[in-house]
């Protein structure tokens, strides 16, 4: 079993920054790879990054790259989401999961296989 909970959620304006954290507890955080989804009002849950175990690989979704990297640090078992230059289309849900498996970029962006899950961030961009 592993717990997540996700932080560093709130306000901001356009072109501002957040860092989201995602603080692991339970099983051996350096075993899983991370990832984070986000989820808009009447959307769909997607994928907008993930990194490996080591933090050697790192994906992001092509409408946030160049402006969020993820990142981690397992000595104190926290994933984070640094977002830069936000927009309004950036509002949503932001949820960190972990995944025991690390394979490839399709396969790491597909939310089935995330086996466990935070309870979630807000993260709302005014324009």
């Known amino acids: 079993q592993v717990q997540l909970v996700e932080s560093g959620g709130g306000l901001v304006q356009a072109g501002g920054s957040l860092r989201l954290s995602c603080a692991a507890s339970?099983?051996?955080?350096?075993?899983?790879?991370m990832g984070w989804f986000r989820q808009a009002p009447g959307k769909e849950r997607e994928f907008v990054a993930a990194?490996?175990?080591?933090?050697?690989?790192?994906y992001h979704a092509d409408s946030v790259k160049g402006r969020f990297t993820i990142s981690r640090d397992n000595a104190v078992n926290t994933a984070y989401l640094q977002m830069n230059s936000v927009r309004p289309e950036d509002t949503a849900l932001y949820y960190c999961?972990?995944?025991?498996?690390?394979?490839?970029?399709?396969?790491?962006?597909?939310?089935?296989?995330?086996?466990?899950w935070g309870q979630g961030t807000q993260v709302t961009v005014s324009s």
């Open positions: 999961a972990t995944t025991n498996a690390w394979i490839s970029r399709s396969w790491n962006s597909d939310q089935y296989k995330y086996e466990y």
């Open positions: 990194i490996s175990r080591s933090g050697g690989t790192t």
């Open positions: 339970g099983r051996t955080f350096n075993n899983y790879a």
